[in-house]
């Protein structure tokens, strides 16, 4: 079975950065594509980033381009999420998810994904 655990979620200023990480286990996920998504209270599910595993593409939301960027350690199983020049409309409970495979995958849709973490709460005070 699958596990993701999310870490590195926090409190921050406006204008600071925080990194997130990903640990996945019970599989390899060398076919694997991963995302970020995040959540706030009362709104939909929103896609801020993915990548898939084998190859490192990369896909991102246009709301954090230029200030968000995803990567993975292959060695380590783990997928961060680095998150600079952090806004107050950042603020979210953040979540990693994961799909087996890319065929049939589209990374900003939340129910192409089989696996869940549990979240990570990022608040960004003004």
């Known amino acids: 079975q699958v596990q993701l655990v999310e870490s590195g979620g926090g409190l921050v200023q406006a204008g600071g950065s925080l990194r997130l990480s990903c640990a996945a286990s019970?599989?390899?996920?060398?076919?694997?594509?991963m995302g970020w998504f995040r959540q706030a209270p009362g709104k939909e599910r929103e896609f801020v980033a993915a990548?898939?595993?084998?190859?490192?593409?990369?896909f991102l939301s246009d709301s954090v381009k230029g200030r968000f960027t995803i990567s993975r350690d292959n060695a380590k199983n783990t997928v961060y999420l680095q998150m600079n020049s952090l806004k107050t409309e950042d603020t979210s409970v953040y979540y990693c998810?994961?799909?087996?495979?890319?065929?049939?995958?589209?990374?900003?849709?939340?129910?192409?994904?089989?696996?869940w973490g549990q979240g990570t709460q990022v608040t960004v005070s003004s």
């Open positions: 019970g599989r390899t996920f060398s076919n694997y594509a």
């Open positions: 998810a994961a799909r087996m495979t890319v065929i049939g995958w589209s990374p900003r849709d939340p129910s192409r994904y089989n696996y």
């Open positions: 990548i898939i595993w084998s190859g490192g593409n990369t």
